[in-house]
């Protein structure tokens, strides 16, 4: 893909941000201009994350602007609007690669650049990693100079509030950015904000108010009564912020999207002593009415015509997992008024939009909070609710504690609806669904389901609603196969798996969606195979039957071997000394990269051929 960089006279030479600070700061809104531009141009040829990095335009320039990076830390947090961070870090020319194997990693990358300082994909990281590389600095004593910036979405964790308190008690030196694209300034009120900002910010008042604390130091109540004044001063002019209360000095908001207000104000704020917060109003999508009006939509896109109003329609096809999640969480809820369903802020990713709009009442979003997810869910079972909590594998790994202490110990009736499982593709190492078998298995009282089709999640579903404890139904992104559905009443035996075909010397167990590869690869090797459905607990009386027939078990999963289904059946066989060679196949023991599903498996020789050349290679 070729971008004429004709087009863009400033952008073109800007291949660091060196050349970025060479500039005057008058010219850094036509920067700005290019930059969205360019950004525009290059996704909508290439599909990526979107609306998040229209918004950070100007944030970008500004704190590459003022801020000596790489030396000067700068973390963006989850990472959907380092887009234009990218661009203007050398990475520009390759900006078109992004997601795509053996391109640009979607998110902030330590490993692809000096400047990607943590290597992010999940949010509320950032003031974390801040504060510790703040201390780092400081025990250093280079001046070197720390910057997070968290969106209002990624303010909803836990761990981001968890780090505020920290950094407010050992006040350390950093500057924490709020990029608030839900507030809309007035340009009047904007004016004003910012013209606070400059001044709150500004030596003069900053002076004042160091000299004073220094001055009156020793004298608690004189101390007090400036402190109250301070403070009163600062509520006459700024929003009222509990901010100030964890130990915050807060500025804002301002514009995020005037960009030599933002140069002006963080240039202030970069030499202010303690933590500092900043708070800004930027529009996610600015610049592109469509990504403006419909932000949801455009946050990832795929390859589009921008002069077009719409985003091309997806060719009809198959209902994915998360849509036949969705459709029996409806059927359920018609029939089970005490059924509960959760979502850690991802209600259009899981499916569950006509949910709740049917069933407002029985629908929480609980923001990006997976731990509070899941404990909440525990406090509805206990109160006699049927809790479905909807959550990506990646994401129910930062509530492991609370599977553990809250539900898994105490037995409770809680139904995980785990999506994403398995290779997720462009998103990458931190998205891929690889070890939530392992990490479940090990866990007493869970039942563990793995859906091969539509019609089977469907059925497991169902099954693990009824289960009275705590029960997992892992499917993955993607797709069905186009499996008839069964009746929402419709269950399935706890612990049993079914032999789909019958071969000879090999017996393969499937455990998910890769029942269409293993079939084919049963075929050509005339081996046995059965779909196990259960992880656990195991079917072991069909494990006895298949190791007495046959010379050769092979496990099939989309899951780390280490630890996960495979594992399951090896420690099975060893313990009732089953005299058979075991082989396991899955996802191996490393971080799998971004590619697509089709990639990585045949990559990893999880097709029909990489299967069959694994058994072959094992017997021969």
């Known amino acids: 893909m070729t971008i004429n960089l004709a087009d863009y006279p400033l952008l073109s030479t800007i291949d660091t941000p060196d050349e970025l600070r060479l500039l005057q700061q008058d010219q850094l809104p036509q920067v700005s201009e290019e930059l969205r531009s360019y950004l525009l141009n290059s996704v909508s040829k290439s599909s990526g994350h979107f609306a998040s990095g229209l918004g950070t335009i100007e944030l970008t320039v500004a704190l590459h602007y003022v801020y000596k990076t790489p030396f000067d830390h700068l973390i963006w947090d989850v990472g959907h609007q380092a887009y234009p961070h990218k661009i203007l870090t050398g990475r520009r020319d390759r900006l078109h690669t992004i997601r795509q194997k053996d391109g640009l990693h979607p998110f902030p990358w330590r490993e692809e650049s000096d400047y990607d300082v943590l290597s992010v994909g999940h949010s509320s990281t950032s003031i974390s990693a801040a504060l510790g590389l703040a201390v780092a600095a400081e025990k250093e004593g280079k001046e070197r100079k720390v910057v997070a910036v968290i969106g209002d979405g990624a303010m909803t964790a836990g761990m981001a509030f968890e780090a505020l308190n920290h950094a407010g008690d050992i006040h350390k030196d950093m500057l924490v950015i709020l990029n608030d694209n839900e507030m809309s300034i007035s340009e009047n009120v904007g004016a004003l904000n910012n ?10 008042y900053t002076g004042i108010r160091e000299g004073g604390k220094k001055l009156l130091n020793n004298i608690p109540p004189i101390k007090e009564l400036a402190s109250r004044a301070e403070e009163h001063l600062k509520g006459m002019v700024v929003p009222s912020t509990f901010f100030e209360e964890l130990g915050f000095n807060y500025i804002g908001p301002i514009d995020g999207h005037d960009v030599d207000g933002l140069v002006d104000t963080i240039r202030n704020m970069r030499s ?6 900043l708070h800004i109003a930027t529009k996610k999508g600015k610049g592109y009415h469509a990504a403006e ?13 921008p002069a077009d109003t719409s985003l091309p329609k997806s060719q009809p096809t198959l209902p994915s997992y998360s849509q036949i999640f969705g459709d029996w969480l409806c059927k359920m809820a018609e029939q089970d008024k005490k059924l509960m369903a959760i979502t850690p802020a991802m209600r259009e990713g899981s499916g569950m939009v006509e949910f709740s709009q049917r069933f407002p009442d029985q629908y929480f979003d609980v923001a990006i909070a997976e731990q509070h997810a899941v404990t909440y869910a525990a406090g509805l079972a206990i109160g006699g609710y049927n809790p479905v909590v909807a959550i990506y594998s990646s994401f129910l790994q930062r509530g492991y504690d609370q599977l553990i202490h809250d539900i898994a110990i105490q037995n409770l009736p809680v139904l995980f609806a785990i999506d994403r499982a398995g290779i997720v593709g462009a998103d990458g190492p931190t998205h891929q669904g690889s070890f939530d078998l392992s990490f479940m298995r090990c866990i007493p009282n869970m039942v563990i389901m793995t859906p091969s089709n539509e019609q089977e999640c469907q059925l497991m579903l169902t099954t693990g609603h009824e289960y009275q404890g705590p029960a997992a139904v892992r499917y993955p992104r993607g797709n069905g196969t186009g499996a008839d559905l069964p009746s929402i009443e419709q269950t399935i035996e706890i612990g049993k798996g079914v032999v789909i075909k019958e071969g000879e010397q090999i017996a393969m167990l499937n455990f998910g969606t890769m029942l269409a590869e293993s079939e084919q690869a049963a075929e050509a090797l005339n081996a046995s195979l059965a779909d196990m459905r259960f992880v656990k607990p195991l079917d072991e009386a069909l494990i006895v039957e298949l190791a007495s027939k046959h010379d050769v078990i092979v496990t099939i999963e989309d899951n780390a071997i280490a630890g996960g289904a495979g594992s399951a059946v090896n420690e099975f066989i060893l313990a009732n000394g089953l005299a058979v060679k075991v082989l396991n196949i899955g996802l191996p023991d490393q971080f799998i990269k971004h590619g697509t599903q089709q990639e990585i498996h045949q990559e990893l020789g999880l097709d029909c051929e990489g299967i069959v050349n694994k058994i072959n290679n094992f017997i021969s």
């Open 195 to 204: 013209h606070l900002a400059k001044m709150l910010s500004g030596s003069f």
């Open 272 to 277: 202010l002593k303690g933590p500092q917060i």
């Open 293 to 305: 009006q419909d932000p949801i939509k455009y946050h990832a896109v795929p390859k589009f015509d």
